[in-house]
């Protein structure tokens, strides 16, 4: 009910708030809302710190772009390869992951080294994406068919484009949550040996959590980089990451509507205060420490809690 009000709310905004700086950052709040929605189910669902959502979200602009320009197809369709093959990497990285139970900092730094190791070959391969100067991306989107499709230009079109996905990853969040995979992931990331001796698939259930966490922050780095017309490999930076996990941290991990919220405060704070670059970093890094002393659940986990108590 709560996110179905807030997503009306939001779709009301840009009745009354016309500058598109505004809008700019309710557009970039949204893209890396869909990011942080997607690392929570691998973090905060499946108890597992994944680095690698960044290599996941840069690799699927890269790969769109690259699919699009080769073989003329729309933003749509290259987006399926891009998808696909953040899938097939999460499946190797799993596999080697989860087949030797790493857990906690040795899962972290082996998804770390994954993901560095993406961000060079990027970062390398000249000839294919550029290197650090990046990669200019003049396409957009289109939605429609034939001669009612219509490519998404201008920031009204983008800010209803990406809060419709963030409400789509939102609702696939919530689906993942309440299902069979989200109370064995809960199960697993409570006790992993008992939920062994429950008979519950450890290496399946921790696959299943990491693959759909990837497809998310994928679709978010696609996103990101067509509407930014750009993209360099600082997108699969650990900086990315780290970014990632503040947002969930101060929304509250473990809540589908939390990371959302911590995206927004991470995302629109900073930017709606005249400081310079350095500053802002500070203030993020004292957002994020007030956040976990104040409320070491998260913003969204910690009011659930308060509205339980006053029940």
Not at 219 to 232: E, H, N, P, R
């Amino acid at each position: 009910m709560i996110a179905a009000l807030a997503a009306v709310a939001l779709a009301l905004v840009p009745l009354v708030v016309k500058a598109d700086f505004v809008l700019t950052i309710f557009i970039f709040s949204f893209i890396l809302g869909i990011a942080a929605v997607g690392f929570d189910i691998i973090f905060g669902i499946a108890g597992q710190l994944s680095m690698f959502h960044a290599a996941s979200f840069g690799i699927a602009g890269y790969t769109t772009f690259l699919v699009m320009k080769a073989w003329a197809l729309s933003f749509w369709l290259g987006l399926l390869p891009a998808l696909a093959l953040v899938v097939a990497m999460s499946v190797v990285i799993g596999s080697i992951c989860f087949k030797f139970r790493l857990k906690a900092f040795y899962f972290a730094v082996v998804t770390l080294a994954f993901s560095e190791l993406a961000r060079l070959v990027v970062m390398n391969w000249t000839g294919l994406t550029n290197g650090t100067l990046g990669l200019m991306i003049m396409a957009k989107p289109v939605i429609g068919f034939g001669s009612l499709s219509r490519p998404i230009e201008g920031t009204l079109a983008w800010y209803y484009l990406t809060l419709v996905s963030l409400a789509l990853a939102v609702v696939a969040a919530r689906a993942v949550v309440r299902s069979w995979i989200g109370r064995a992931c809960g199960a697993i990331r409570l006790n992993e040996d008992l939920a062994q001796t429950l008979g519950i698939d450890i290496f399946r259930y921790k696959m299943l959590a990491f693959a759909i966490a990837n497809v998310l922050a994928a679709l978010a780095g696609a996103l990101f980089a067509f509407y930014t017309g750009y993209i360099d490999p600082s997108y699969l930076s650990i900086g990315q990451s780290l970014d990632i996990i503040a947002m969930v941290l101060i929304g509250g991990q473990g809540t589908v509507l939390g990371p959302v919220v911590g995206a927004f405060v991470l995302t629109g704070l900073p930017h709606l205060i005249e400081i310079g670059a350095e500053q802002r970093a500070m203030l993020i890094g004292a957002i994020l420490i007030a956040a976990i002393l104040l409320f070491p659940r998260g913003i969204v986990g910690s009011l659930i809690r308060l509205a339980r108590r006053a029940v």
